[in-house]
């Protein structure tokens, strides 16, 4: 198990969509989530489109600084974000929760 951290603190479990397959099926087909879901190549953005529930969405960069936050309601899309290629995706109400602002550095610890 792999877990999201900012200076030290735990924010949440973390899966890592690291195929291209796991990409591309993100959180479709599920009711909720977790934790959150790490998509280390998100270059051209992402949806929300057959999504059942909203989506807190961080675009961050290689050094995965957030840089723009977005709360994505279903069947919605997001714009490209060329300089953070790594997208984070939690229910709507998690980075609230967690106090996840842009600027925030993160940590992947774990597998």
């Known amino acids: 198990m792999a877990w999201v951290l900012r200076e030290g603190e735990v924010l949440a479990a973390l899966e890592i969509a690291d195929s291209r397959k796991a990409r591309n099926k993100g959180l479709l087909g599920r009711d909720g989530i977790d934790g959150a879901l790490l ?17 807190d969405v961080a675009f961050c960069d290689r050094q995965m600084v957030v840089r723009r936050t977005v709360c994505l309601r279903p069947w919605r899309m997001t714009r490209p974000s060329f300089g953070a290629p790594c997208v984070l995706e939690a229910e709507a109400g998690a980075f609230d929760r967690w106090r996840l602002r842009p600027g925030d550095r993160l940590e992947i610890k774990g597998p």
């Open 39 to 55: 998509l280390p190549s998100a270059r051209l953005g992402v949806h929300s489109i057959g999504m059942r529930f909203s989506l």
